[in-house]
């Protein structure tokens, strides 16, 4: 089974899959995490200095924000082939922290649209339960400004509350599974439980 656990940067989608990991794990299933738009530090520094080279220059920002969007598809995609279906195939759970939405909801803030002919996204799996993890932006920030004092890639109150009004644009008549993550973080994963533990033992 695939589930993904998505929201806005500080939602609360770490400690969920935290959560549901310890959960599911003491329950006797084999649970694999992945996050499969997680870049590593030295790709950051590589976007970050493409950005510096010309940041003045407009077509060159949109050149290098449009790299980057279709390239964490293809992260994705690598992600997908190396961690998720191997882990489906021998029946595990796998979680993951984020998905296309994550992906798809954001990028327009970089203006960037993805097309999906040339972005793999279509072809990835659909998550059998997709969890979404719905927050406002201001707790968000709140959390994040508490989290991380210098600041990250997904924060700032005006992305946030973007990011998160596209989510809910996507999850509009799509299924899913819609928490307040304002509540504590336990009843967030009790709530959750709830539903997966009846998919899972079917
Ligand atoms: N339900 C909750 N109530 C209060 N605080 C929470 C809750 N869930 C998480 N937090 C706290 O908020 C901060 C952000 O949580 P977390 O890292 O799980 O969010 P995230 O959605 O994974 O963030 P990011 O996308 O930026 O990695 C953490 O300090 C965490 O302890
Ligand atoms: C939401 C979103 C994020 N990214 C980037 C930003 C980070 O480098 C990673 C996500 O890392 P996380 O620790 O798993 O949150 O991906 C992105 O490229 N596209 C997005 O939509």
Redesign the pocket.
Known sequence: MLISVTG??GSG??TLVRGLTEALTSQGHEVVVV?????DAQ??RM?AGARRLAPDDTAWAQQVEGF??L??CW?MAAKTCDIVLPALERGAVVVS??WVA??????GW?GVTLDPAAAPLDRLPAPDVEIFVDVTAAIAQRRIDARDPEGS??SGPEFLTY?RERLLDWYGDRPHLRLDGSEPPQTVLTWALSTLNGRLSR
Do not use: C, E, N
């Not at 996050?35 to 870049?39: F, G, K, Q, T």
């Not at 994550?102 to 990028?107: F, I, R």
């Open positions: 806005i940067d989608k770490s996050r499969p738009m997680h870049h790709l950051l976007f980057i969007g390239h964490t992260v922290d984020r994550d992906h798809v909801a954001s990028q970089f890639v997904g990011f």
